[in-house]
């Protein structure tokens, strides 16, 4: 089972317009509603790629029923945390004339002490018996930077971490199996501005030698970086098609790796799949609900380089 794990989901809407002017009334030619944010899109893409899956997150507020039906209907096992704060709001605007994609996101609402510890608890049952533990999104507001490493500290599997910043640095003493940020939130987390092809190698190596068995690092529609102390590779991702949203495609790069590990594959077959996932899920307007159909064929189109190893 792999465990995913993530406390800022989302009420996601998505808004489409032929064209959107800033300062001016704009009506969408097409909307959107589903439940969003980064663990639940990596939890839907999970599940969509074959294998078993639970999510464990919060919810809260009026929505938060619709929100477990929903997720009942994508087949998706998860452990909610109940929370006095209501489930964040998050928008997506995409402009079609423009071929932009604007994002409007609310920060998870802070959590409360009780409601925290109740989260821990959960996550030491389930982790004793997931074989990939996959941490996904930020932390709410107000909830200490080290929370995750609390979570870590008590994790026996493989972990994939896809998160950025004190927190991320806070766990690498804890080897992670993969770290994945992607290049802006590597430059975030390293304090420092990554200007070309030598500094994002060398800010990848540094996470390793802090203890990151592997460092992935996306960058948008550009080639996926990947390193080891000793290894490194640049795949390109394969032909994508029809652009219709790229939210959600980390989320799916993710889940790949993430499932790829728990068939025990090697780093290299577990990046190819999931930016085959990622691919499949840029074609589609809602987050993490992709065609999985032909993935292992997309996954077989991403050409390898190995830089030195």
């Not at 209907?73 to 909610?80: F, P, S």
């Not at 790796?257 to 589609?284: F, K, P, S, W, Y």
């Amino acid at each position: 089972m792999i465990l995913c794990v993530g406390l800022t989901p989302a009420q996601q809407q998505i808004m489409v317009f032929d064209h959107f002017r800033l300062g001016e009334v704009n009506r969408a030619s097409q909307v959107a509603w589903c439940t969003s944010g980064k663990v639940v899109n990596l939890a839907v893409a999970v599940r969509l790629l074959g294998e078993e899956c639970l999510m464990l997150s919060t919810v809260g507020g009026q929505a938060a029923a619709q929100i477990d039906r929903e997720m009942e209907e994508l087949g998706i096992g998860r452990r909610w945390v109940h929370t006095q704060s209501a489930t964040r709001v998050c928008t997506t605007i995409l402009d079609r004339g423009a071929c932009s994609i604007t994002e409007l996101v609310e920060n998870g609402r802070p959590l409360l002490p009780g409601e925290l510890e109740e989260f821990a608890a959960v996550y030491a049952e389930e982790a004793a018996r997931a074989d990939v533990a996959a941490f996904s999104g930020s932390l709410p507001a107000g909830t200490p930077a080290a929370y995750y490493r609390r979570l870590v500290e008590k994790t026996r599997c493989p972990a994939v971490f896809d998160f950025r910043g004190e927190g991320l640095l806070g766990c690498l003493d804890l080897k992670p199996y993969v770290v994945k940020p992607n290049r802006e939130e590597l430059g975030q987390t390293m304090g420092r501005p990554i200007r070309d092809d030598d500094q994002l190698l060398a800010a990848m190596r540094e996470l390793n030698r802090r203890g990151a068995q592997w460092v992935v690092i996306t960058q948008g529609a550009g080639p996926v970086w990947v390193t080891s102390l000793s290894r490194a590779w640049r795949l390109y991702p394969p032909p994508a098609g029809e652009v219709v949203n790229p939210i959600g495609c980390g989320d799916a790069l993710t889940a790949g790796i993430a499932c790829a590990t728990r068939r025990g594959a090697d780093i290299v077959e577990a990046v190819q799949l999931g930016m085959a996932a990622a691919a499949a899920n840029l074609q589609h307007l809602l987050p993490g609900r992709f065609d999985s159909a032909g993935i292992e064929e997309r996954a077989r189109g991403v050409r390898v380089e190995e830089l030195y190893g």
